[in-house]
């Protein structure tokens, strides 16, 4: 059955403080594994993506990474803001010829406090 | 710049009265989702279109329905909406055979 599953549902942080996410899938055929970040009452906002064949991505604050053999994937966040309170949802797709087919985690809801 | 968009943001109906959600893209994909996101719970896909080729989930009920006039547009009917039919709802849009899937704002949908 294809499943991603994230730890912690829920975390509590400082402002300053880093944090790492974790999500583990059992999609196949794995096509490849985004993370997501997902504003209360907005939609989901793309925020790395990452194929089979790579191990980190970074963008900006935000650094994923991927092992394929192990079918997990972390989301560090770095330097935390206040604005980085959202939920983070990991996504994993496979193709299934004229569309994507994604499974989504159930997320993970961080919260940066003061 | 080239987005997903959603109309109206929030939308609220009596519970039995139809409602239409819209989506609308400038990316020129082929293919256009629908997901039913209820609270702290994943998107739920709904169905798709490729180009005019409809594909529906087999879970879906009956309640929903969509049309797609053209490439840029797709709307999401809901007929007779009841109390669990409250949720986010989230446009998406993909080019044919890729996998990232562009997002909208989303719709709110409350039944009163």
């Known amino acids: 059955k294809n499943q991603v599953e994230q730890s912690p549902q829920s975390l509590i942080i400082l402002e300053g403080k880093n944090c790492t996410l974790q999500?583990?899938?059992?999609?196949?055929?794995?096509?490849?594994l985004r993370w997501y970040k997902q504003d209360t009452g907005r939609g989901p906002v793309s925020l790395t993506i990452?194929?089979?064949?790579?191990n980190t991505k970074s963008n900006g604050r935000y650094t994923a990474t991927l092992d394929a053999d192990t079918k997990q994937s972390s989301l560090h966040i770095t330097a935390s803001q206040l604005s980085d309170s959202a939920s983070y949802i990991c996504?994993?797709?496979?193709?299934?010829?004229?569309?994507?087919?994604?499974?989504f985690g159930t997320g993970t809801r961080l919260q940066v406090t003061l | 710049d080239a987005m997903v968009i959603q109309n109206p943001r929030y939308q609220v109906t009596q519970f039995g009265k139809p409602v239409t959600l819209s989506c609308s893209q400038t990316?020129?994909?082929?293919?256009m989702y629908w997901y039913q996101q209820k609270s702290s719970q994943a998107p739920k896909l709904l169905f798709h279109?490729?180009?005019?080729?409809?594909?529906n989930e087999a879970d879906t009920p009956d309640n929903f329905q969509s049309r797609r006039p053209n490439t840029s547009f797709c709307f999401l009917d809901i007929r007779s909406p009841g109390l669990g039919d409250a949720a986010m709802y989230l446009c998406?849009?993909?080019?044919?055979?890729?996998?990232?899937?562009?997002f909208g704002p989303g719709t709110r949908l409350t039944v009163t």
């Open positions: 990316l020129n994909h082929n293919v």
């Open positions: 998406a849009t993909s080019r044919l055979g890729g996998s990232e899937q562009y």
């Open positions: 279109y490729y180009d005019k080729d409809f594909n």
């Open positions: 990452m194929t089979f064949s790579e």
């Open positions: 996504v994993v797709s496979k193709n299934t010829g004229t569309a994507s087919k994604l499974t």
């Open positions: 999500c583990n899938y059992t999609v196949s055929p794995f096509s490849n």
